[in-house]
């Protein structure tokens, strides 16, 4: 691997955590849309591994890691998938109709970002780190509030699946 960025040296690397998000994103988003809405399971296959793969490739291509840290990453996030993915409908309930689930959430949020990196000095990471941290407290937050007010409602199952909206200029110019 050829260092293009020297800047990002202090900054850790086994394993990748751009191959483990851009893993384990797709993957979700493939295991919770499948069966809600209408589409080929090749078509979402394809998009999940195009995407992981142009991530991956990119944190070699760029020299920030390794294919070991790489393969470690995409590995790690299979892990993590595996053990969260059956426990996401108690994890779901809680957050959206205990009483205090806001405030349990911030709360690990929070410690999640103060004792995430053991560096002293700010890096790019902690940056990024307590970006996704913030942005995953407001949104698991913002669901409390909306399910708590009556805008979240769950669809009947024979409502299921969905058809996607086809594909305009109009849709896409709104995107």
Same mark, same amino acid.
């Given at each position: ?9 202090s ?19 493939l ?22 793969s ?6 070699i ?5 390794? *294919? ?7 590995? /790690? @996030?299979i +892990? $993590?998938?595996?053990?969260? =993915?059956? &426990?996401?409908?108690? *994890? ?7 009483? /205090? @689930?806001? +405030? $349990?959430i911030?709360?690990? =949020?929070? &410690? ?22 913030g ?37 896409l110019?709104?995107?």
């Open positions: 691997v050829i260092k293009l960025e020297v800047f990002y040296n900054e850790y690397s086994l394993p990748s955590t751009h191959a483990m998000s851009g893993t384990a994103i797709p993957l979700s988003v295991l919770l849309t499948y069966g809600r809405w209408q589409y080929p399971l090749a078509v979402g296959l394809l998009l999940a591994v195009s995407w992981c142009l991530v991956c490739l990119s944190r291509y760029m020299g920030m890691h390794s *294919i070991l840290d790489v393969i470690a990453g995409v590995l /790690y @996030a +892990l $993590i998938l595996v053990v969260f =993915h059956p &426990a996401l409908e108690i *994890i779901d309930t809680f957050n959206l109709t205990y009483k /205090y @689930a806001p +405030l $349990i911030i709360s690990l =949020h929070l &410690a999640m970002g103060v004792f995430s990196f053991t560096l002293d000095t700010w890096s790019t990471s902690r940056g990024d780190t307590a970006q996704i941290l942005s995953g407290a407001g949104i698991a937050c913002g669901s409390h509030v909306n399910y708590m007010l009556g805008l979240m409602v769950e669809p009947s199952p024979d409502a299921l699946p969905f058809s996607p909206a086809p594909l305009t200029v109009a849709l110019g709104k995107a």
